[in-house]
């Protein structure tokens, strides 16, 4: 299975982490002894499952490393161009229908198992959108004082995953939600515009559980959409301040 991994671009002043890049991208940060995206890299190169890896907002001339195709394609300056930009090259090898799978660059702690674990749970996957959810417990337990932010639910608290898998089509230009669905990612008024107040209101007053909340969901998107509670916490283990930095150092460490 192909992948595209996001390595952003470059930090804005404002940026939590602002003090530890000095304006370099949050991807290459030094984790344990190497990049951060590094040792996503390593744990996709460690799977006989994985093919070619698009990394995406990084000059072409970065040093990472990966044994089979990887194309570094720069920063196009927002999400949906990154990932639109991505998309494009892998269209020539796939159907429209196939899956890619879609992982953050800082999530460095994931591993070759976490990965094969994702793609088996893709294979069942008869939806158009997979999206992995780690329920609070789970996280805390790996990873205590990450304080991450969790959506309450009817039968549980959970927090998303950072490596999903989707159709190639609702990024690649071709699914016409594709630019609202980016869009909306980061503005709650364009999330309620989007998915639909009631939908959202249903969350809040903690009246879906996480099965209903994915169908009704992807009923507002026009997208089948399949959501599943993960049990590792290192696929929502991203790193977007200094506790989460110092955190995944910390754990890291030890594979230096």
């Not at 990887?70 to 892998?90: C, E, V, Y």
């Not at 893709?122 to 932010?149: C, H, S, W, Y």
């Not at 939600?177 to 959202?200: C, E, V």
């Not at 994915?214 to 290192?234: C, M, N, Q």
Request: a neutral charge; proline letters at 7%.
């Amino acid at each position: 299975m192909d992948a595209i991994v996001t390595a952003g671009g470059a930090p804005s002043p404002d940026d939590p982490l602002a003090s530890e890049l000095s304006n370099a991208p949050k991807s290459m940060l030094d984790v344990a002894g190497k990049p951060m995206i590094q040792w996503v890299l390593d744990a996709l190169a460690g799977s006989k499952k994985t093919d070619r890896v698009i990394v995406v907002g990084l000059p072409a001339d970065t040093p990472l490393e990966f044994p089979r195709s990887l194309t570094i394609l720069p920063d196009k300056g927002s999400m949906i161009d990154n990932l639109q930009s991505a998309a494009q090259i892998l269209v020539p090898f796939h159907q429209s229908d196939d899956f890619i799978l879609a992982i953050s660059s800082d999530t460095p702690t994931i591993t070759t198992r976490h990965v094969d674990w994702v793609i088996e749970q893709v294979g069942q996957t008869a939806q158009e959108l997979f999206f992995g959810v780690i329920e609070r417990k789970t996280m805390e337990d790996r990873f205590p004082g990450a304080n991450r932010t969790y959506l309450k639910l009817k039968d549980k608290e959970v927090c998303g995953s950072d490596f999903n898998a989707l159709h190639l089509n609702l990024i690649s230009g071709s699914h016409p939600l594709a630019r609202k669905i980016i869009d909306a990612r980061k503005s709650p008024l364009r999330q309620a515009l989007l998915l639909g107040i009631d939908t959202l209101l249903l969350v809040l007053f903690r009246r879906l559980t996480l099965d209903r909340a994915a169908v009704r969901i992807g009923r507002k998107l026009d997208v089948s959409a399949r959501a599943v509670v993960t049990p590792y916490a290192e696929l929502g283990m991203d790193v977007d301040k200094p506790h989460q930095l110092q955190i995944v150092r910390a754990d890291l460490a030890p594979r230096e």
